[in-house]
C-alpha cells in the first residue's frame, strides 16, 4: 500500500462548481498534514494545513479523519485559476510524504 | 525576501559531464530536502539533511550526492550525468522539524543529452 494515496483524476468541472478530493494515508503516526498546489511546470506551494477539527481558508475546507485515515479537501465557487494539481502531503520519518496529486480542470 | 533559491533554472548535459545544483534558503532553517519529478509524475525524494554536518538519503539517492556544511546551503551532485537524470529538480527547507510545512525553490530543470 502505497504511503499516500490519491486519484490521479482529472476532476473536469465548471466555474462555479464545488469539488471534493480526498486522500488516504497509511502511516497512523503521522503527525502534521497538509494540501499543496502544484502548477505546471512549477514548484509545489503550501495551500493549507489540515487539522484535526476542520479549518477554513476562504473557498477552500480541508478536513482530517484519523479514524479513517484520510484527508479530503473542498473548493466551493470554483475559478479558471483553480486549475493545477493538488497534492496531499503527511509526515512520514523526519520527511513529509508527498501523494502524487489530483488534477483539477476548471472550464468556463 | 527570497526564501529557497536555486541555480541554475536551466542546464543541458552531456552524457558523463558532471555539475553542481545550487540550493541555498535565508529562513534558518534546519530541514533541507532535493526532490526530483518527471514529466506527469509525482515528487521523488533524493536526499534530505536534518542539519548542518547531517544527510541521509531518500528514495532514488543513486547517481547523486549531497553535502550539508552550512544551514543555509545544500548543494546537489549529479557526477556522471546519465539520460534517466534529466528532470526537474526542486529543494526544499522546513523549520525546526518535519513536521513543518516545506518551503520549495521554483525548480532546475536539467536535461541530458
Known amino acids: 500500500r502505497k504511503e499516500v494515496e490519491q486519484d490521479p483524476g482529472p476532476f473536469n468541472v465548471p466555474e462555479g462548481a464545488t469539488v471534493a478530493f480526498n486522500c488516504t494515508y497509511s502511516n497512523s503516526a503521522s503527525q502534521s498534514f497538509f494540501w499543496y498546489r502544484q502548477d505546471c511546470r512549477k514548484e509545489p506551494k503550501l495551500l493549507m494545513s489540515?487539522?484535526?477539527s476542520g479549518n477554513e481558508d476562504g473557498r477552500f475546507t480541508a478536513q482530517l479523519n484519523r479514524a479513517s485515515q484520510y484527508i479530503s479537501l473542498l473548493i466551493r465557487d470554483s475559478k479558471l485559476s483553480d486549475s493545477a494539481t493538488y497534492l496531499c502531503v503527511n509526515t512520514g520519518f523526519q520527511k513529509l510524504v508527498f501523494g502524487t496529486g489530483t488534477r483539477l480542470l476548471v472550464s468556463p | 525576501n527570497a526564501g529557497v533559491t536555486q541555480t541554475p533554472k536551466f542546464r543541458i548535459l552531456k552524457i558523463g559531464q558532471s555539475m553542481t545544483l545550487q540550493c541555498t534558503q535565508d529562513?534558518?532553517?534546519?530541514?533541507m530536502y532535493w526532490y526530483r519529478q518527471d514529466p506527469g509524475m509525482g515528487l521523488k525524494l533524493i536526499y534530505y539533511s536534518v542539519g548542518a554536518g547531517i544527510t541521509d538519503k531518500g528514495e532514488v539517492p543513486n547517481g547523486y550526492n549531497v553535502s550539508r556544511s552550512t544551514t543555509e546551503d545544500f548543494p546537489l551532485r549529479l557526477e556522471l550525468a546519465a539520460p534517466s537524470q534529466t528532470s526537474v529538480y526542486f529543494c526544499?527547507?522546513?523549520?525546526?522539524?518535519?513536521?513543518?510545512?516545506?518551503?520549495f525553490g521554483d525548480g532546475t530543470r536539467l536535461s541530458i543529452l
Open positions: 489540515v487539522y484535526s
Open positions: 529562513m534558518n532553517h534546519n530541514y
Open positions: 526544499a527547507s522546513s523549520y525546526k522539524n518535519s513536521n513543518q510545512p516545506q518551503h
